[in-house]
Each structure stands twice: as C-alpha cells, then as structure tokens.
C-alpha cells in the first residue's frame, strides 16, 4: 500500500510578487554641501598637520644652528619701528684649511625699513683695529673670529667680530649669521648650483709662488657660467688672478655679492620650500647664528640688494703696515689710530644717498 506524503512536505506553488504600479521612483538628492564641507575639513587638517610638521622641522633646524630660541623675535621690535637693522655676515674656513677661523669674507647688510632698501657694505679684511678692549694687543678685523673662537667658541668669535665692524664702521650690529667653506659648497650644492653672470675673463691660481711666475691653475670665462659648489666657492675666495683688478679683496667682495644674489634668485617662488629645507639640511653643523629661524624668515624677503656700498683704497682707506710689517688699511683723516670718525661718516653719507637710476637698456 503506497504512503501519502505529509501535508507539510508538498511543496505548494510559488506566488509572483505583485508589481506596484504607481509614479517613477525621484532620485535621491545629492547632498553637495557635506562633501563641500568634508573636502574643505579635509584641507584643513591636511594643512595644520603639513604646518605642525614644518614648525617641527624648523625647530628642529633652530636648535642645530642658532643660540636663541625657535620664537625668539630679536628682529621684529627694529622692524616694526621702521628702524635700520644691520646683520653681519661672516664666511670662514674650519681647521681643515689655512687661514683656520679667519673672517675669508665679511659683510654688512644693512636693511633700512624706511625706504625698503637693502645695501651690502663690504669689510675688507685687512683694516686695522684699535680701541677693542677685548683685544688690547690690536689685530687686523679678520682676526677678530679667530680671537674670539679660540677663547670660547664660534659664538663668542663673532660676538668679538661684531664689535669690531661696529667700532670700525659706526653701525650698531642687530645679529649675526656665520658659515664656513663646507657649508657654502653643500648650500650650493642643495639647490642643483647656481648661474653667475661674469663680466670678466681670468685665470686663477692658489698659490702666491705660481701668481709672481704667471703659472695659472684654472679660469673662469666670461659671460653665463654655471657652477657647482665648489667652483662658486672658488669664484668667491680667489685672490690670485692674472688680472689684477680681479686680485683685490675689493673685487673679490664683489664676486660673493654675485654668489649671493645667485643663490636668491634660485631659491625663489614655488622652489622656496622644497630648496629651503634642503639648504636647513645642509648647513646644519656648518651655520651658527644668533637669530631665530622667525628672524631669519623676515631676512629672507630683504635679501635683494639694491645698492653696495665699497670701502676703497685712496678714497676713505689708506694702504700701510703695522709694527710687524703686515699690511694694513688705515682710515683717511683720522686723527689717531683708533679714530673711526671719518669712516662713519663716510658710510652714513654712502647710506643716506639716493639710488641711482637705472640706465636704460639700449635697443638693438
């Protein structure tokens, strides 16, 4: 006899949904305001922690190479008030080379924030200085880092040099940046080098034996050059060169000025950043300075020079020898050997004077 299934095990047929039949189903709307919104947090953030970590990384470099604090602020009282800040600049070599800790190159940038005008005083490096009580012995204002380096460190080397370039020029000394040779080569270096207009052809040597017999080691040609950090080094420093003009400490001076404008005009617009913390990376162990980074940022902007100012022989210096037989400058018309007078007044008239007037260019 055959068994019935289960009611529950027959499988009973499957109803069809029933289709609504009613208006189309409206699109849901778009809610643009909050993805507005998400990607304007989203920048936000993005930015407060790319500035956290710059702050980090300035800091950072701060502490490597300043004496003061990260948002230590020694410029921005002068500044703000519209006062002249003079920063001297100081380029020196370590104990690797000769001449250890003597000032190779020394400038004053002299910012007046009244006219917003930047202007380069060059120091030769072989005037004579009396009248520093730290130095009784006198010394040529070169010597001042050396001095002082010696005595207690880098620092305090050009705490002394300050002194002295303010004794000797009148101008009162707001900071001080100083960077050795390796320093320079590796700034330059970090940036990809830099491009130097040179007006004049000449060939060079180092060594003052070759320089009598006119034996030359290498030469830099006229017109675009460009240069790695090494060879602007050279162009900055050399002192034996087959033209004389090009053998002074005057024109030497002239050529770390066209070094200097080089590296600005590098590290400008959108390359500001990347090259700047490739230059922090670089200095640090070869820059010390008594300003912040904040102080150094307000520099930055002024660094155009608009006007340099030259200390020369036969018109406010007088070349002659001191009891040893070095050669010296010696200030016109001052009254005693520590009397400066007539150079202040010089520089003071030299800064107060107006600009000259660009020539126009002569069309073709």
Same mark, same amino acid.
């Given at each position: ?13 499957? @109803? ?26 989203l920048?936000?953030? &993005? ?12 800091? &950072? ?9 990260? $948002?230590?602020?020694? $410029?921005?009282?002068?500044? *703000? ?6 920063? $001297? ?30 202007? $380069? ?20 204002i070169?010597e ?13 080397? #050009?705490?002394? @040099?300050?002194? *002295? ?47 009598? &017999? ?36 005057? *024109?030497?001076?002239?050529?770390q ?7 600005? #005009? ?11 913390? &490739? ?22 902007g ?22 040893i ?6 200030v016109?018309?001052? @009254? ?29």
């Amino acid at each position: 006899m055959q068994e019935t299934q289960p009611y529950d095990r027959v499988r009973q047929p499957q @109803a069809r949904p029933v289709r609504r039949v009613g208006p189309p189903t409206q699109p849901r709307p778009r809610n643009w305001g909050r993805r507005i919104k998400l990607g304007l947090l989203l920048i936000v953030a &993005a930015l407060v922690i790319g500035g956290v970590l710059l702050f980090l990384k300035a800091a &950072a470099f701060n502490d490597a190479v300043s004496t003061e604090s990260a $948002l230590s602020m020694r $410029l921005f009282g002068p500044f *703000a008030g519209g006062e002249r800040v003079n920063i $001297l600049l100081l380029g020196y070599s370590d104990e690797s080379r000769d001449g250890a800790f003597l000032s190779d190159s020394m400038n004053v940038l002299s910012i007046d924030r009244e006219t917003d005008t930047t202007s $380069l005083i060059g120091i030769p490096r072989d005037i004579w200085v009396e009248g520093i009580p730290e130095v009784p012995q006198n010394m040529k204002i070169n010597e001042a880092l050396r001095i002082g380096y010696y005595a207690d460190g880098i620092e305090n080397g #050009a705490e002394l @040099a300050a002194k *002295a370039v303010t004794q000797v020029t009148g101008l009162p000394i707001d900071g001080w940046v100083t960077l050795d040779f390796q320093g320079f080569e590796a700034m330059v270096d970090a940036i990809g080098g830099v491009t130097i207009e040179n007006p004049t052809a000449f060939s060079y040597t180092w060594h003052e034996g070759n320089y009598l &017999a006119g034996i030359w080691e290498d030469q830099f040609a006229a017109g675009t050059q460009q240069m790695t950090g090494q060879k602007a080094l050279d162009y900055a420093r050399i002192r034996y060169a087959s033209i004389p003009a090009e053998s002074s400490d005057f *024109a030497r001076s002239v050529r770390q000025q066209r070094v200097l404008q080089a590296i600005r #005009a590098k590290v400008s617009g959108w390359r500001t950043l990347p090259d700047g913390l &490739a230059i922090s990376d670089a200095m640090q162990g070869h820059l010390r300075t008594n300003l912040s980074v904040f102080d150094l940022g307000m520099l930055a902007g002024r660094l155009d020079v608009d006007r340099r100012i030259e200390l020369t022989e036969d018109v406010i210096l007088r070349a002659s020898t001191n009891s040893i037989g070095q050669y010296i400058f010696v200030v016109i018309g001052q @009254a005693t050997s520590s009397d400066y007078s007539p150079l202040h007044a010089y520089i003071e008239e030299q800064l107060s004077a107006p600009l000259p007037t660009p020539e126009p260019s002569v069309s073709p």
